[in-house]
């Protein structure tokens, strides 16, 4: 760093301006103070003693020198603090921007990790199996540790798809735009107690299909290890179309341990029609909505009290009408209204 470029004030400005060094200026401002001291030296000691004025004049333009290179230190000096102070006051911002960052993103992991344990804590307590949860978290995690960029998202679909699930069934409801098969046989695996079910022309196809197969498996399973009551209805229009072929999947159903039966909807009331639902440990029912050709297109889970219990006692009128010796003259009026509170 150069003399003329620490230089201050004025004077330091107009000797940049005229591009004069620096030290130019200190050996004439030297050369001067010396001079006036040898001049002020001969007018002052009258015997012309020369040694004095040599050493006056030396002195005094040495300490002149001396005064020039302690002011210019100072003001380096200076500009070094001034330099540090900054310097200083950076890092302290800086430390405290730090510090803050630091701070935030301790918080946010202690928030994370307090509500993960609380997450994991309800989780513990629930009803549920919590094995099964952190099973399915630690699988997350390891797709997106190890998976493709594809099978990561299809991840993401799935989790978001049953997280969604979940919340619906919070709700008391829960839809699906297509006839879900894995509901139907899942719903199965789990029934308890009673399985109690109507069987429309819409969903006849339904029992020639791989997954009437495994949902057929899945009630025989309940039959015979849990004790579940299976009930199954079958309804049609007109008596014309109870066909051999319905019979026998009548009877085909019963070798499951079924207790399969035909209804003729029109011997129960002409105007009525009753969609298809199941209804399992009559807590919860599963109904499918047909669409312009007779064909299910949409799966609805129900389970609020009020409408389960419509479709249990719908159910049971249903049934007890289609007895063998029963009469039903009695009860058409109650059927009739049945129906017509499901023929929506």
């Known amino acids: 760093m150069s003399g003329a470029s620490l230089g201050s004030g004025d004077n330091g400005a107009r000797v940049q301006r005229q591009g004069i060094p620096k030290l130019f200026w200190k050996i004439l401002i030297t050369a001067s103070a010396a001079g006036g001291a040898f001049l002020l030296t001969i007018l002052l000691n009258g015997d012309n003693n020369d040694i004095w004025q040599w050493v006056a004049s030396i002195v ?7 005064v020039q290179y302690l002011v210019d230190f100072g003001e380096r000096l200076e500009v070094v603090e001034e330099s540090q102070r900054r310097h200083i006051d950076d890092m302290k911002q800086s430390l405290a921007n730090h510090h803050a960052e630091m701070r935030t993103a301790v918080d946010q992991s202690f928030a994370k ?13 629930s009803v549920l199996r919590s094995e099964e ?18 099978v990561k998202s299809f991840a993401e679909e799935e989790l978001k798809r049953l997280a ?16 879900n098969h894995e509901w139907l046989i899942d719903l199965a695996l789990c029934v308890k107690k009673t399985l109690y079910a109507t069987s429309t022309t819409v969903d006849r196809d339904f029992w020639s299909s ?24 079958f309804l049609v229009d007109e008596p014309e179309e109870v066909t051999e072929a319905l019979e026998q999947l009548c009877a085909r159903q019963r070798r499951y341990g079924i207790d399969a039966r035909i209804g003729v909807q029109s011997q129960l ?3 009525g029609t009753v969609m298809d639902f ?23 889970l129900r389970m609020k009290h009020e409408h389960v219990e419509d479709r249990v006692n719908l159910f049971n009128e249903l049934w007890a009408a289609t007895e063998p010796d029963h009469e039903p003259e009695p009860e058409l009026g109650s059927v009739r209204r049945r129906l017509r509170r499901v023929a929506e």
């Open 133 to 150: 949860v952190t099973r399915l978290v630690k699988a997350y995690t390891q797709v997106g540790d190890e998976a493709p960029g594809i």
């Open 164 to 179: 969604e699930l979940m919340e619906d069934l919070i709700s008391g409801r829960a839809d699906s735009s297509f006839e």
């Open 60 to 66: 005094l333009g040495s300490a002149t020198l001396i």
């Open 278 to 300: 199941i209804i399992f440990d009559g807590e919860l029912s599963y109904e499918t909505r047909p669409d312009n050709h007779v064909r299910p297109d949409m799966t609805m």
């Open 113 to 125: 990790i307090n509500e993960a344990t609380e997450l994991f804590s309800k989780v513990d307590g």
């Open 210 to 233: 791989e997954p009437a197969k495994r949902y057929l498996s899945a009630q025989e399973k309940a039959i015979k290890t849990r004790g579940v009551e299976v009930r199954r209805l």
């Open 269 to 271: 009331d002409p105007g």
